[in-house]
């Protein structure tokens, strides 16, 4: 079963955002993991996505695409900075990290740098596009899993960028 977390209301978010949300919190529970919604961690930082279960921690924080006016020209990178952005934020607060969309959106990291488990590639990749979204990268920076969700078929992709992001990936199909 998942739930808002009792330490914390919602936070004000579109109604795509809370779509997003819902179904991972549906596919996570699925799969035998505790879910929170809106989970405070520490400081100000509030997890759109925690889930526990006894193998793993996971937090999964939602992109639904929105590109700030004056990097428009730049949307594709802004994208990419922003994934970064939120992985140096909330990684180190879980064995896993995911980063959802809706199906429909893709964050722009080349699949060749996914797909070969290029984990340092892809930080590297990341990395020149972390000033467009405001990025510290002072901390360990770790993107496991994309998810894509699918809002009308319900369903969620796993597209491991990590060997804890194929855990992931396998415990879909245990």
Sequence with gaps: MWRVSDKTRFRKS???????QVRVAEWLDSLGFDVYLEEPLEGDLVA???AESPWATLIVEVETGFV?????????EYLAGKALAKASRYSPYADLFA???PS???????????????EAALMGYLRRFASLAGSSLGVTVRIDALLE???ARREVVVNPISSRGKMLLDSVFL
């Design 48 to 50: 759109d996505v925690y």
């Design 68 to 76: 700030a006016p004056g990097s428009l020209e730049r949307a594709e």
């Design 14 to 20: 579109s109604r795509l955002h809370r779509l997003v």
């Design 99 to 101: 980063v959802a969309t």
């Design 149 to 151: 969700v699918s809002l």
């Design 104 to 118: 429909y959106i893709k964050i722009p990291i080349p699949p060749e740098l996914y797909k070969s488990g290029g």
